[in-house]
């Protein structure tokens, strides 16, 4: 307990930005009875008009679409080609040849997994949906990998350009695909390349941020052999860092397929090919969950096959008997010879059809059995979670909601209550929490839908502060003043309150699930592929039953971004308490610590970074899912989105994305921020 | 005068049913498939005429909202099945630029309205009349929308019609917007089940209105006078206090289609599908598990005399 232990005499620069925020915060509830404005930013102060935005931008759009338009001729061939050749291999071929390179990289384990994944694609009847989605993969990875490549290598050899290659990566995976698919078809035409390409960009940053990291890593003394044996540039890179950094970009490359996949059913949304997602989207349409699922589910059978062995390639490779893959490729060509009749078309398996409307019967039917409790379970988080977080105390406590009135003469006493507290706390040297308990409990009563913009950006430039000095304060600052200027400030702050109240769900509930599943690895190793599942089937697919149990509304919508979010919440938690090093727990061990004590006093402290890091991605996930979530029907920048999709309306939709990703940067870098110093105070 | 300009136009439309040039025919015309079955019929209904004509069609998937773009640029050839009640912007904007031309109405006769599933009728006793829904607003409240019931209206993008019918009749409804086609349809299955209230903006033809037993409240007669002057109609002081804008579902092509095809152009024009036809094609697909193609090949030999004469006007 020596990190809690602030010094009395000189305040620390926390406490110092905490007391400020909280001054700006007395002035403002003081004031913004007088002075509207301090809540509702003014129409006339709006200095970006969306309108103007969106003449400028397609105006820009138009001058560069011949380029994009050739770029999208000439992506049109191997698009071609692949879509030919995975849709003309006959399936017990393609089977055995999946087999075979299970096989190759992996031995029977590999070999297994990817026969028994492909021969769920079979079954679940779409083959050949399944197979276009494949071909759309196999060339957007290329396209995602080069282009991850070249950024990453340009950023290793100019090393000034570094911060701005960091900055552009970070824009490539915060703006919302959806935001920018409107421009996208303006520039590079209708069809399935627009797909490709939005893929490609969500995809490419992982490949760059690896490359990047590997040639970081290679160590100097091997650098330094291959200048001293006069190899040029191009030869030092390719032929001595490259393969150095081999094992760190083959997981780029890895992370770079999961994303690339998880992308795919973004190309349905514009359409122009019958795949996998476009499946998902009708079915979704109809609101059958069954169907939808196992649409889905072809994805995740893909993912898991092509992440364990690429995986499994990113490893020391193992030499496996060439002649069985042989062999199984002479089989499925056996097979596909002999039954070319009898082989019935791949679209006529369906033999999980059945499975998938019996899962639909039973959601309905729980629906239809438990009704008026899970009409309770919404009242009530609606009532007492909810609503008060949106819009306070003051304006969510009703007769008919909690039984009684709030009162002018509740907020008083609430407040005073809240600074006695904030006092106390202070009083015993903890002036920083004190200080936070009164910020926090004012949050409350306000709402933070109805917070003044001001405290807002103050309160942003504080934590900034506190998290990484001026810098990060400025920019923070900086950033968020810009949604004000765009006028989607009320907006911004719906999504603000969504995402914090689905983080607060996930770190609750995924704190537990992944303290759980460190405990015992039977947990663990249930939790696990439901985890697996949660990260890779398209996100549209889990709105249907939590619409069906608890209609459309923001409880609704928090729960499908918590059943996304809460995933890297458990994984990190788990990793980062499990992989405590060994001697700190044998020194406990050998102190007399009990189970409970090393959890709390060894294991928790040093896992604290990871757990942030944790808590980082679960912040990015929620913004990520935020803009899915619209779809249940949300009123925040998400909608926005959709709005601007829907009326190819490019302005709004390129400032909504942008707002969106402004959110996400600041809660990214003020949480990376605070993962800094605690591993700074830990000695790593 | 309205009649004569349109009976002129008829005229005109008579005395030039000459066969026309068949153009391209080596070219696929491509047909937009957007994301609902009725959609689907009447393509694969259009394009089944064409190619007994002699084209070649290709029926291409493609995002309601964003296919106007694909049309203008002549990557689609033409979209068969548009609502005026959810159109986007984007569309009247390629008709002004002149790259999107519009085909004429597909002849089906939609319906838009405030609806309920038929178990609603016992929990607000009254219906269909509107004037139930004043004081069964209660029975319509949720947590979100308390004390006011709740109105769940067409996804954003789509417009606010359900929301400006509860301001112009002063009924005391919030209209929650739903994200999606699949939100509403989730509503009412979930309403259905659970056998609990629920006021939805809905239309027809839709599949749905069967399969849940949808049923429309009655409302006083749309018409221009209630959406322009608010003396208009039960609430003296707001406009809206009526039922729906009649919604228009038309066709539209790319400019160059009339060149390029001009026998198919004329076809197309000319192709109307009613909802006598389209919903028991619907039925089959939907409810009773039939594909698109089979159960569109099945209608085409039975009712050879709706769409044969269309054709063979076009080509011969």
């Known amino acids: 307990m020596i990190l809690a232990d602030t010094p009395r005499t000189s305040l620390a620069p ?18 913004a009875p ?336 438990y009704g008026a409790t899970l009409d309770a379970i919404k009242n009530n988080a609606m009532f007492f979670g909810l609503l008060p977080l949106r819009i306070g105390l003051d304006d969510a406590i009703l007769p008919f909601t909690w039984g009684f009135q709030w009162t002018a003469w509740m907020s008083a006493v609430w407040f005073a209550f809240a600074v006695t507290a904030g006092l106390a706390l202070a009083a015993s040297g903890r002036v920083t929490a004190g200080t936070a308990l009164v910020i926090a409990l004012g949050i409350v009563e306000t709402g933070i839908a109805q917070l003044p913009w001001p405290f807002v950006l103050v309160g942003a430039g504080a934590l900034g502060f506190a998290a990484g000095g001026w810098r990060l304060s400025a920019l923070a600052v900086g950033l968020l003043a810009l949604i004000l200027v765009c006028g989607l400030w009320d907006r911004a702050l719906l999504s603000l309150y969504l995402c914090t109240a689905s983080v607060a769900i996930c770190v609750v509930v995924g704190g537990a699930l992944g303290l759980a599943s460190a405990v015992s690895p039977g947990v663990w190793r249930v939790v696990r592929p439901i985890c697996d599942m949660l990260q890779t089937i398209p996100l549209f697919v889990f709105l249907i039953p939590v619409l069906m149990f608890f209609q459309i509304g923001e409880f609704s919508a928090v729960l499908a971004i918590c059943a996304y979010a809460v995933v890297p919440m458990i994984r990190y938690t788990r990793h980062g308490l499990v992989d405590t090093p060994p001697e700190m727990v044998e020194a406990a061990t050998a102190a007399g610590a009990t189970t409970w004590q090393m959890l709390r006093d060894v294991r928790a402290p040093w896992a604290a970074p990871t757990i942030l890091l944790g808590l980082n991605q679960t912040i990015l996930y929620a913004f990520s899912m935020l803009v899915i979530a619209a779809l249940i029907g949300t009123t925040d920048l998400g909608q926005s989105i959709f709005l601007a999709l829907g009326q190819a309306d490019i302005g709004l939709g390129v400032s909504a994305g942008a707002a969106m990703a402004i959110l996400a940067f600041v809660a990214d870098r003020l949480v990376q921020g605070f993962a800094h110093g605690q591993r700074e105070a830990l000695g790593l | 005068m309205k009649h004569l300009t349109l009976g002129l136009a008829l005229a005109a439309l008579a005395t030039a049913s000459h066969a026309a040039e068949m153009g391209a025919v080596d070219e696929p015309i491509k047909l937009a498939i957007n994301e609902w079955t009725g959609q689907h019929v009447t393509t694969h209904v259009a394009g089944e005429m064409l190619k007994a004509a002699g084209y070649k069609v290709e029926y291409v998937t493609a995002g309601m909202m964003n296919q106007f773009q694909a049309l203008a640029d002549g990557d689609l050839s033409a979209t068969l099945e548009i609502w005026s009640s959810n159109v986007s912007d984007q569309y009247a904007k390629k008709i002004g630029e002149g790259t999107v031309v519009e085909l004429g109405d597909l002849g089906l006769d939609a319906k838009e309205g405030i609806a309920y599933p038929a178990h609603v009728a016992d929990l607000c006793p009254g219906l269909p009349a509107w004037e139930a829904l004043k004081a069964c607003a209660g029975t319509f409240a949720t947590a979100e929308t308390l004390p006011m019931g709740r109105l769940v209206d067409y996804p954003a993008d789509w417009g606010t019609p359900g929301a400006d019918r509860m301001t112009g009749l002063a009924l005391p409804f919030k209209a929650v917007p739903a994200g999606s086609e699949g939100a509403l349809i989730t509503e009412l299955r979930a309403a259905t089940e659970k056998k609990s209230p629920l006021l ?71 192709y109307e599908l009613s909802v006598e036809d389209q919903q028991p094609m619907m039925g089959a697909i939907d409810v009773d598990g039939g594909k698109v193609e089979e159960v569109v090949a099945k209608w085409m030999t039975d009712n050879e005399g709706k769409w044969r004469p269309v054709v063979e006007a076009a080509t011969k």
Request: proline share 6%; glycine share 8%.
């Open chain 1, 34 to 369: 007088s002075l509207p404005w301090l809540t509702v930013w003014p129409a006339d102060w709006v200095l970006l008009d969306t309108k103007a935005f969106s003449a400028v931008l397609e105006t820009f759009l138009r001058f560069i679409r011949p380029a994009a338009r050739l770029v999208s001729v000439l992506l049109a061939y191997p698009m071609g080609w692949a879509n030919a050749l995975f849709t003309a291999t006959p399936w017990p071929l393609f089977i055995a040849i999946v087999t075979a390179i299970g096989w190759l990289v992996g031995g029977a384990a590999m070999a297994a997994l990817g026969f028994l994944g492909l021969t769920f694609v079979l079954l679940s009847g779409y083959w050949v949906q399944g197979m276009s989605t494949l071909a759309l993969v196999a060339v957007s990875v290329p396209v995602a990998v080069v282009s991850g490549l070249a950024i990453g290598l340009l950023a290793n050899e100019i090393p000034r350009l570094k911060g701005a290659v960091q900055a552009l990566l970070d824009i490539m995976q915060t703006v919302p695909t959806f935001a920018y698919l409107t421009p996208l078809v303006l520039l590079f035409g209708f069809g399935p390349v627009v797909g490709l390409i939005a893929s490609a960009i969500y995809a490419a940053p992982p490949m760059a941020r690896n490359v990047m990291l590997g040639l970081e890593r290679v160590e100097t003394e091997v650098k330094e052999a291959a200048v001293m044996s006069g190899a040029t540039r191009l030869q030092q890179l390719f032929q001595v860092e490259i393969p150095a950094a081999m094992r760190q970009i083959m997981v780029g490359f890895n992370q770079c397929l999961m994303a690339a996949l998880s992308m795919v059913i973004i190309a349905a949304v514009i359409g122009g090919f019958n795949d996998i997602g476009w499946e998902v989207l009708l079915t979704m349409r109809k609101a059958l969950f069954g169907q939808s699922l196992l649409a889905g589910l072809v994805i995740v059978a893909f993912a898991v096959v092509i992440d364990r062995m690429s995986g499994a390639l990113a490893l020391e490779p193992q030499s496996h008997d060439r002649r069985v893959a042989l062999g199984i490729l002479a089989l499925g060509l056996a097979v596909t010879l002999a039954a070319w009749r009898l082989a019935p078309d791949p679209a006529a398996f369906r033999l999980l059809m059945p499975l998938a409307e019996g899962v639909d019967k039973g959601l309905g039917a729980f629906t239809a059995g």
């Open chain 1, 14 to 31: 926390g406490t110092w930005a905490a007391l400020v925020t909280l001054l700006t915060g007395a002035l403002c509830l003081a004031l």
């Open chain 2, 200 to 270: 939805i903006t809905f239309w027809q033809p839709h599949w749905a209105m069967a399969a849940y037993d949808v049923k429309f409240v009655d409302l006083p007669e749309g018409n221009e006078a209630c959406f322009n002057d608010p003396a208009w109609g039960p609430n003296p002081n707001a406009v809206n206090d009526c039922d729906f804008a009649p919604s228009r579902i038309f066709k539209a092509a790319w400019s160059g289609f009339e060149q390029k095809w001009p026998a198919a152009y004329e076809i197309l024009s000319k």
